[in-house]
């Protein structure tokens, strides 16, 4: 276990490395911040000093180093266009994206798997094939299209939810269901398939046998082990909530980090957009090592050499 | 029922139609008008929350985007001024009296030329900043001395680079210094805000940007990034306590979600209606629509250096460009009639301006003849450069497809908006480039010198004449002298054709009606002036 945990701490330090690196050079060679920063009339001369003064006019290997050397220490430079530490910026942003980021699992966790259970129990009964129909329509459904009719009908027909911001679980809602329908519905599949298969195995026919009640089959035999993949699913996008509110949190106003990220790709902020990805790349790794781990306690077969 | 099969219809276009998400949140919009009208129809409407945010002494504005710094000397995008020009003061300011535009007082009392490059001020005393601090010479001399601070790196800094220094001949007389007689100095003022010199001094730069203090009518209360900024009316404002007592800037990026801001009342007032919502927006109860033709400009440039080896480069082909574009057709059809046609590079709103020099009009039979003449009697293909911003898109395929009835096939290259300044910037964007030109300096300084004068960063253009005009234009404090050199400098324009003018902007507001305020065609937004009825 200990080496597994070296290895991939090992592996997480090649993966920010190449996520940076792929960054910053997608950055740096799609547009100049000096362009869109500084005033349209901007001379010459005030274009020059500000790149002198950021270190635009080094070599973009010089600028890669710096950015690396900094990085191990912590420090991400300065945005170009809030000046203040460009860490400091993401990371005050960070709770209000992993507040949202949660609350769309819960979503999918809530919604998803009952779901997935009842089409599994109902098998290509009418119910079974309403269930898929909806999930399908979920996986279909593009976030910021549900996002916009949400608020439409939600907010502005109906006044149930407020149309944008942070506040209390009311205005969490709607941004928390646009976001989590594409993973919910794909939850509700992979139960349903998951638990299908599960309930034909033979310890199940076994544990029947025995008189257990179908709830108990169900809870403590069938779901156990149909959960394994469901759980690397939620994983995979709980880190992928990180990334995907960029859109969700524009379209509903929500002040995180990805609201933020979007602003600064189109000024070319870059220190903020760096230090946007590498904490929701690093994110997405340390969830990946939990769902891991997590994933080797729930089934004993796996071991770790 | 006709709103109810309106209302199918819509949904249906929304469901069915292959749109991109910005046409998709437009035609969304649109639906969102058309459901209140709906749900009243069908019975289904309910007032829950409806005007819960409003207040009768607070306003809610929907801006684009967040806020970057609350440091005055810093960054200068509009979203930051509008929230920034109503906790500082600059010491002149802009105005419009019945379309009329002048420089009025402000900070300073007076503004008089000295000699060629001296200009001297008279300072308003007993003005205090909001944390007492009394306003003085040394604030202004603090505040230029930041912005020319190579090491600041100020985005302002190209606003008053032709300052020297400021000179404090005492507490309230001030003068300002020029490297050159520098004949934007009073516009320069009503652009650059006075920040306090002891408290930056004490407090540190990173500490400002987030903790402002002005002279202005509003004091910072809060910052919430990403999501609002609060600001308290000033009771000891020197020119009148506010009426409004509190204002909240949202940020609210998406215009649909703005506009539904607006429309369940947690908006008073929103930035940047798109043109296609603005008539439905204007039938609904208690919502108007504002609006005011701005200073920024849409205008094609045209690679005019003979070494890029275009066809663009032949003086034929751009005044075939020009004959070409049907600008009354696009400005009816896709602005909805929201912009006005310009003849030439200035709008009648800058110093510089001449209504006797002519502009191209359409003329389809021009356009081809003088194709002919340059060699392209069978038609020329063009590379032409537009970015993804706003509209853009649309405007370029109706410009591409009415040159192409010319013979001018126009090969439309989208690139996002970082991409097309960069390619701008490095006079790599093939013939033609669709940009929007603004210098907030309402003069023809701040156009024309860096879009025609040879070497700027800007400039697809060289002819040592513009250079001559542009020069001495900028050089000289006699107003009569610089008109005369800006009307033979857009004569030369009109006659070599290195850009084609095209509109002049509006700016769209959505308002609620219990908010009394009008649009600046400088676009800023100054809430002492508006005021809450009801």
Known sequence: ?305 | MERETQLHRSLDELLHAGLSRRELMQQAVRLGLAVPAASVLLGTGSSLGAAAAQSSEAVSIGLTYDVTTLDATMQYDAQTINVYGNIYDTLLRKDWVNGEFSIQPHLAESITTINDTTWELKLRSGVKFHNGDEFTGEDVSFTVQRVLDPSVASPQFSNISGYDHVEVVDPYTIRIITKQPFPLVPITLCNLRIVPAKYFEQNGAEHVAVNPVGTGPYKFVEWVRGDHVTLDANPDYWNGAPGIKTVVFRIIPEDATRIAALQTANADLILAVPPINAPALETTPDLTVAKTLIERISWIELQALPESGRPTAKPEVRKAIAYAIDRDAIITALLLGNGEKVSTMLTPKHFGFSPDVPGYEFDLEQAKSLLADAGYADGVDLEFMVGTGGQSKEYAEAIAGQLSDAGIRAKINLVESAVLLAGWQKHDFGDMILGTWTSNTFDADGTLYPLFHSGTVWSNYNNPEMDRLLDQARSTLDGAAREGFYEQALQLLYADVPGVPLWEQMALYGLSKRLQWQPRPDQELFLVDASLSG
């Open chain 1, 1 to 305: 276990m200990g080496l597994y945990i070296i290895g991939r701490v090992y592996q997480t330090a090649l993966v920010l490395f190449g996520v940076s690196a792929v960054v910053f050079l997608l950055l740096h060679i799609s547009g100049d911040p000096a362009a869109l920063l500084l005033p349209q009339d901007a001379t010459k001369e005030s274009i020059e000093q500000f790149r002198h003064a950021h270190g635009f006019d080094q070599p973009l290997y010089i600028q890669f180093y710096r950015f690396l050397a900094g990085a191990v220490r912590g420090d991400l430079g300065n945005s170009l266009k809030f000046n203040q530490p460009a860490l400091s910026l993401v990371l005050e942003r960070f709770p209000a994206t992993m507040e949202l980021a949660l609350a769309a699992l819960v979503i999918s966790i809530v919604t998803g798997i009952p779901l997935g259970i009842i089409s599994a129990m109902k098998r290509n009964s009418p119910l079974d094939t309403a269930a898929m129909v909806v999930s399908m329509l979920g996986q279909s459904i593009p976030a910021f299209w549900l996002g916009i009719m949400m608020i439409l009908l939600l907010s502005v027909k109906w006044q149930i939810f407020p149309p944008f911001g942070r506040g209390g679980i009311s205005h969490l809602i709607l941004p928390a269901i646009s976001l989590s329908t594409w993973s919910a519905a794909r939850v509700a599949r992979l139960t349903r398939s998951g638990m299908i298969e599960v309930l034909g195995q033979e310890y199940i026919r076994t544990a029947r046998a025995k008189g257990l009640a179908n709830v108990v089959v169900v809870q403590r035999h069938a779901l156990k082990n149909a959960m394994l993949p469901i759980i690397t699913v939620l994983g995979l996008d709980l880190g992928g909530f990180l990334g995907g509110a960029v859109i969700t949190e524009t379209i509903f106003a929500w002040p995180g980090a990805g609201q933020l990220a979007m602003q600064s790709i189109y000024s070319r902020d870059y220190p903020v957009v760096q230090a946007t990805v590498l904490l929701v790349a690093s994110g997405y790794v340390l969830i990946n090592l939990v769902v891991d781990v997590t994933y080797a306690y729930l089934n004993p077969r796996i071991r770790f050499g």
